[in-house]
């Protein structure tokens, strides 16, 4: 005899005795379902209430529908509604997934079936069809964990998702709300800017009106005022922010004045113009009111659970239940180490760059010597390639970010940290014990997703090189530099310059410097001449250092059998007070543009200017 479940079953596939029929869905998609108004009625108090209406209904006795109701739902999709009955029915969720996750969660919600809203919410994030949709029913439902969590998967995932069509359908609250989001996590301000242009193109193309500066701005409305204008650089800035029109002249002047005296905003000085747009940094983008000094890192820690066995084997040897059952083996096979047991830390995060020096976070596992209890070893690092000795002096907050809107974060400080060349990093042996770290109750943890997020800001405070020390083994070496955009440039007034990057050579910083000069003793001052230079951008407090070179400075042809221009430095000497030497007339400007002489590479607007450098001898405090 079949079991009252697969009775149940029968009832759903075949609709015997069926006394509703749903049309389900819209348009080509429609779809009739039968069903049990008894059964829907158990299951649902909106059911009961729909077909308790229905009944009050007076129909004619020879209506031949009589008997049968019929119900249109063009608001819910065909699989969904599926999903939902199977599980009223049978409670069978086999054919929830990702696709239709979220209409199940409206239906759920819809027709007040709370046991089928947790296993909707229960789909990972990465897999939902339209996280944007579903970011908007968790609002809509306030569904505060689950929204948090959608809203920060968006944010990481930003450089893909707002590429995307589904992100040109979202309504203009929920790009509010991402845009005023710390962590969205874009190259820079300018390519959130352009995202929120091209929604806004979108919603005109759909409004059927004009792609115009009026009507961006108007269909933007408050979204406009969530962008970090400031944060974007001023030349892109001006030419292509400015010239789209979306802004009010007095928009953009608060924005340049903004740019040029950030200390009237910071201590509340009112200037001729206010600014209208908020100022401070991202996570990876840096504030540049603070002078690029100050930003965030993260580091999500995925896979936690075989984090968790490393931080654990003594539960399992010992046969010690934990709060994750191991479902696997862990012994190690011949030849082949564990590796859960051999690799104690986690992978670094992406380097981040905070006032020229790269820093990342490392997680590790840490045991108290005596006990085996385990610990999270969460420090911030200094991946620098700096050659030569240099100092950072830095604050850090460091914090385990709660998955739960309501929970708190785990934050640890570290005031005035020093960080060098032999003391590359500072942080927390023991800042938190594994059985914390995984309790849910503490909220740290996301056990659907199997990650933890880690989080590091930093503001740093001071920073500088110290005194070199000459390296033998490295006393020749090469800088190199390309001037783009060397038509502007050459319309730029005397005294404009650029500056190269250091290069170490002998365990000094060396960079070159171009610079827009007159002609020494002409009385022709629109003439411009390009400047060359060598620069030792040592420390200035070891005055006693000096260095001993010879250099080649070089503009780079362009064509092949075609020589560089070249001029030496013989046998020069820098010190504390003579840091710099070169050409300030290397060649006119005139000269260095003409096709003829293969300087100027005119399809890419660049010029590339080299210098070989070989260190003979330096002196410093620590070798004179």
């Not at 990702?98 to 909707?120: E, F, Q, R």
């Not at 920073?463 to 006393?475: L, P």
């Not at 629109?526 to 400075?553: N, P, Q, R, T």
């Amino acid at each position: 005899m079949p079991s009252s479940m697969d009775r149940m079953k029968h009832l759903l596939s075949t609709g015997e005795h069926s006394d509703v029929h749903f049309l389900v869905g819209d348009g080509d998609e429609k779809e009739v379902l039968p069903a049990h108004q008894f059964i829907l009625k158990i299951a649902s108090d909106v059911f009961e209430a729909m077909f308790r209406f229905d009944a009050k209904k007076e129909r004619p006795e020879n209506d031949p529908a009589n008997c049968l109701a019929e119900v249109e739902i063009p608001d819910i999709e065909p699989s969904a509604f599926k999903v939902m009955l199977s599980f009223i029915y049978t409670d069978d969720l086999s054919a929830l997934n990702g696709d239709n996750a979220m209409a199940v969660l409206y239906a759920a919600n819809k027709y007040n079936i709370p046991d089928l809203v947790l296993p909707s919410l229960q789909i990972p994030i990465s897999e939902l069809r339209n996280v944007f949709l579903a970011y908007a029913q968790a609002l809509l439902f306030e569904l505060e964990d689950f929204s948090f969590k959608c809203l920060r998967y968006i944010c990481q995932n930003a450089a893909q998702l707002f590429g995307s069509d589904q992100f040109l359908q979202i309504n203009q609250n929920i790009l509010c709300n991402l845009l005023e989001s710390d962590c969205l996590l874009l190259s820079d301000e300018f390519e959130i800017w352009k995202a929120a242009l091209r929604w806004a193109d979108e919603k005109c193309r759909q409004n059927g009106i004009e792609c115009s500066s009026e009507n961006r701005r108007s269909v933007l409305g408050p979204a406009l005022f969530k962008i970090r204008f400031p944060n974007i650089h001023e030349e892109i800035f001006a030419k292509c922010v400015v010239p789209s029109g979306v802004l009010t002249e007095k928009e953009v002047l608060g924005v340049y004045q903004f740019n040029y005296h950030p200390f009237l905003y910071l201590h509340g000085i009112p200037g001729l113009y206010s600014l209208k747009f908020p100022s401070h940094g991202r996570i990876f983008n840096w504030n540049k009111a603070q002078g690029n000094k100050k930003c965030t890192i993260a580091l999500e820690i995925e896979k936690v659970s075989e984090f968790a066995f490393n931080a654990h084997p003594f539960l399992y040897l010992r046969g010690v239940p934990g709060l994750y059952s191991l479902k696997f083996p862990s012994h190690g096979r011949i030849f082949n180490w564990n590796k859960a047991r051999a690799n104690r830390r986690v992978p670094l995060a992406d380097a981040v760059e905070i006032n020229g020096l790269a820093w990342k976070i490392e997680a590790e596992i840490r045991k108290i010597d005596g006990t085996d209890e385990k610990y999270l070893g969460f420090y911030l690092r200094c991946d620098a390639k700096e050659e030569g000795p240099w100092k950072s002096v830095l604050s850090a907050t460091f914090r385990i970010v709660s998955e739960k809107s309501d929970a708190e974060n785990s934050i640890g400080t570290r005031c005035d940290c020093i960080i060098n060349k032999s003391q590359i990093g500072q942080g927390f042996g023991n800042f938190i014990s594994f059985t914390e770290f995984m309790d849910p109750a503490k909220g740290f943890y996301d056990k659907n997703e199997d990650k933890v997020t880690l989080t590091i800001d930093v503001t740093v405070k001071e920073e500088k090189m110290e005194k070199f020390i000459f390296d033998q083994s490295k006393s020749n070496g090469k800088i190199s530099m390309e001037i783009e955009k060397v038509s502007e440039f050459a319309r730029e007034i005397k005294g404009s310059e650029r500056t190269s990057e250091s290069v170490h050579i002998g365990g000094f910083p060396w960079k070159i410097s171009a610079e827009i000069n007159p002609k020494k003793g002409s009385t022709d001052n629109e003439e411009k001449w390009l400047g060359i230079y060598l620069l030792c951008d040592a420390s200035k407090e070891d005055e006693s250092w000096s260095c001993k070179f010879s250099a080649l400075l070089r503009i780079v042809s362009e064509k092949n059998g075609v020589s560089d221009s070249k001029k030496e430095l013989s046998e020069i000497t820098f010190n504390n007070k003579l840091t710099n030497w070169g050409f300030p007339n290397f060649i006119s400007f005139a000269e260095l543009m003409d096709p003829a002489k293969g300087f100027y590479d005119k399809s890419e607007d660049k010029v590339t200017l080299a210098i070989d450098v070989n260190v003979k001898e330096a002196k410093t405090e620590d070798n004179s």
